[in-house]
């Protein structure tokens, strides 16, 4: 009985151990992809030269595996100010409503800017992690052109 006891007092005390072990395991596989997490950036929408809303984003740069990742991950501050200046030339607004950017056109711009700033053959892809957030969705002016939304009459 007492080495039955003690038995489950080691491995009550030995789980933490274990699965502290496990979530440093974990956490060092995510570390060594070959990407470079951009930090969330809010880009602008812009109507006229007046700003409307804004939109919150995080972009992930995949890169090939002939990259050199610890590099270009020291460069994440050129990449984050080369997507927001690039936004404010040319905003990434969405035709439909001023609550969505365009993720084609921000990929496009964004793949042209990484790889001015990498060097040709280090950038495979953009792409976005999670949806975009924008600051406002509720009383924003219906964008120039849109048709006005249906809706049925109260009842």
Known sequence: MRAFLAGLICLALATPVLAAEAKKDGKDKK??????????????????????????????LNLKPSANVSALRDREPYFRDALVHTAWRQPFNDPTSYAKIDVGALKS???????????????????????PQPKRV?????????????RAPIP
């Open 109 to 131: 711009r964004m793949m042209t800017e990484a790889t001015r700033i990498a060097g040709a053959g280090s950038i495979a892809s953009v792409e976005l992690v999670g949806e």
């Open 138 to 150: 509720s009383g924003l002016p219906r964008p120039r052109g849109s048709a006005p939304v249906e």
């Open 31 to 60: 570390s060594d992809g070959n990407y470079v997490n951009i930090s969330p950036v809010a880009l602008p929408i812009l109507e006229g030269g007046q700003i409307i809303n804004y939109v919150f984003v995080t972009v992930k």
